[in-house]
Every structure is written in C-alpha cells, then in structure tokens.
C-alpha cells in the first residue's frame, strides 16, 4: 500500500520561510518512489484544492503555479523517497493544507498544514 506522509508545516510569519517533506513507501509492482512525477497541492479553508508545483521523476521540469512562481521550489530526492517544497517569502493568503500526490496512480498523503499569520 503506497503511502505518502507530508510533514514540515507549522506557524510562521508573513515574510518568513518554510520547508515541506513527503515520504513516501510501500511501492509495488516493480515500481519505485522515482517512477512517479509528483505534485504539491493544497486547500486553503472554504477554497477548492489547487495545483502548486510539480516534477518530473528524475527532477527536472519544476512546473509551478503562477503565484509560487519565485517563491516556492520543489525537488526530491529519489534515494531518500522524499519530496520537498521550499517556500519562502509567504503570505497570508499561502495559509492552507499542503498534500503531496503522484501524478499517476492516484495517491495522496494525509496533508500538513501550513499557516502564515502575524
């Protein structure tokens, strides 16, 4: 049973910087964690989720939404299964819950909450 465990959220201020992980294990069929292209998504509350970056599997293409665009960077690391997004200069409106998803397959981690406020 794949799972993917985000963590790394937390309070911070507007202005300030935070890094997300997500982990993730029990790859079948033959399949590994660098097989997948993976997504960061997140749902701010009262908000449909929404797309905020993505990678290839072997890490390159970083595509991102336009209001990550030169503040959050997303990159993995296939040998230790995780995938991370650095985000900096956040606002209030970045105030939401941050889940990571293979691009094909279907799965989602349980989500980190991430919240910017003074």
């Known amino acids: 049973q794949v799972q993917l465990v985000e963590s790394g959220g937390g309070l911070v201020q507007p202005g300030g910087s935070l890094g997300l992980s997500c982990v993730g294990s029990?790859?079948?069929?033959?399949?590994?964690?660098?097989?997948?292209?993976m997504n960061w998504y997140r749902q701010a509350p009262g908000k449909e989720r929404e797309f905020v970056a993505s990678?290839?599997?072997?890490?390159?293409?970083?595509n991102y939404a336009e209001f990550a665009k030169g503040r959050f960077t997303i990159s993995r690391n296939n040998a230790k299964n995780t995938l991370y997004l650095q985000m900096t200069s956040l606002k209030l409106e970045d105030t939401a819950v941050y889940y990571c998803?293979?691009?094909?397959?279907?799965?989602w981690g349980q989500g980190t909450q991430v919240t910017v406020s003074s």
């Open positions: 998803n293979t691009a094909s397959g279907g799965y």
């Open positions: 990678i290839f599997p072997n890490g390159g293409n970083p």
């Open positions: 029990g790859f079948t069929s033959g399949l590994t964690f660098s097989d997948f292209a």
